[in-house]
């Protein structure tokens, strides 16, 4: 358990606890929840992951479903975007789950819990993930993280020097996301180049297999979900590059040829599009014209916040999947801004007057 995740479990508690999540989710009027999942992991599947906290254990997932049927209207992704973009009045209690990449498990662990409650779902493909063409680089490099033979690492990512220990599978993990935040400052044009030269020098075991949590699904089983009435496909490029740090012409090709593959695969042209990695630097202007000239009706971002009438179309925002019960219900009632608002207001009111 990090230290981010204890405060935030001792947060979401004390939130809880007094009553202001229960109040919040009475107050909520107007604006939606939108979760973020990756993958689903069932017990035991984890011992290859460097990087569990991108697949939520299948018995939580479970759970949150159950907990969600229970308290809230979880309400098509498609049908949100719609009215928020009409500026039609949302229903209270509104959450919208969503999950990116396209993982196997979405379809062998999550797919269940879904269908048992009844709860709609709109997946983010990237394309040449599915196509079994791509391997995402974040995976690559966690697989050669993983299986690396060398005990210590020292090598220049782009202008980040890194010296990391890989003597065992917790000095691995606690490496990896200081190693992917130095690939993401790269321009995608250096990804590959420097991706190389870091496998080469981890020196890694690689038969081919992958850890079951980090396969991806088929189009078969993406039309099975499709027919199945409950899940929805959005777009989330071809070979999931930081589109913010692309050329307009990459760009362009990851867009409009994500967009094409589902088309041609699911028969019909994807609205929804979601940014890889998804944060404020991660897209820009061009990015945003790019999924117009596409047409993609809107386009959700990793920046946390709640999704109301005004806000822009091509920046809909999203939460991170929650790690506990607590946090969930702290994140989808709103306790967390009402909180967070909270504190802001007594900042003000005791900051020194200027």
């Known amino acids: 358990m990090t230290a981010t995740f204890s405060r935030q479990q001792m947060t979401a508690t004390a939130l809880i606890g007094t009553g202001l999540a229960r109040r919040s989710r009475q107050k909520r009027v107007g604006d939606a929840c939108i979760l973020t999942f990756h993958g689903v992991c069932a017990s035991g599947e984890d011992a290859g ?91 690559q490099l966690e697989v050669a993280m993983a299986r690396a033979t060398v005990r210590q690492i020292e090598i220049q990512i782009g202008a980040v020097p890194l010296r990391f220990s890989t003597a065992t599978q917790t000095e691995r993990a606690t490496a990896l996301p200081t190693v992917l935040r130095a690939f993401k400052q790269l321009p995608q044009s250096a990804v590959a180049e420097n991706l190389n030269r870091l496998v080469k020098a981890l020196q890694p075991v690689l038969d081919g297999n992958i850890p079951a949590p980090l396969r991806p699904m088929n189009w078969k089983q993406a039309r099975e979900l499709r027919d199945s009435g409950l899940i929805n496909f959005g777009a989330h490029t071809h070979t999931h590059p930081i589109l913010g740090r692309c050329t307009t012409e990459v760009a362009r090709h990851e867009i409009f040829h994500s967009r094409d593959r589902i088309s041609t695969e699911l028969g019909a042209a994807p609205a929804l599009f979601a940014y890889p990695n998804g944060h404020a630097y991660d897209y820009n202007a061009d990015t945003k014209h790019l999924l117009q000239e596409a047409g993609f009706r809107a386009a959700f971002t990793m920046i946390p916040g709640r999704a109301l009438p005004d806000t822009d179309p091509c920046e809909l925002p999203r939460y991170g999947s929650p790690e506990s019960l607590q946090q969930a219900e702290a994140t989808v009632s709103g306790a967390f801004e009402t909180f967070k608002a909270w504190r802001q207001r007594m900042r003000r009111a005791f900051s020194p007057s200027m």
């Open 49 to 139: 992951l460097l990087d569990a906290s991108l697949h939520t254990p299948q018995k939580f997932f479970h759970e949150l479903c159950a907990h969600l049927a229970k308290n809230y209207r979880v309400l098509p992704l498609d049908v949100i975007s719609r009215m928020l973009t009409r500026n039609e009045p949302l229903p209270d209690r509104v959450v919208a789950l969503t999950f990116d990449d396209g993982y196997e498990s979405n379809y062998r662990l999550a797919y269940p819990a879904l269908r048992e409650f009844e709860l709609p779902a709109t997946i983010f493909l990237c394309t040449g993930f599915i196509d079994g063409t791509v391997q995402p680089w974040f995976t």
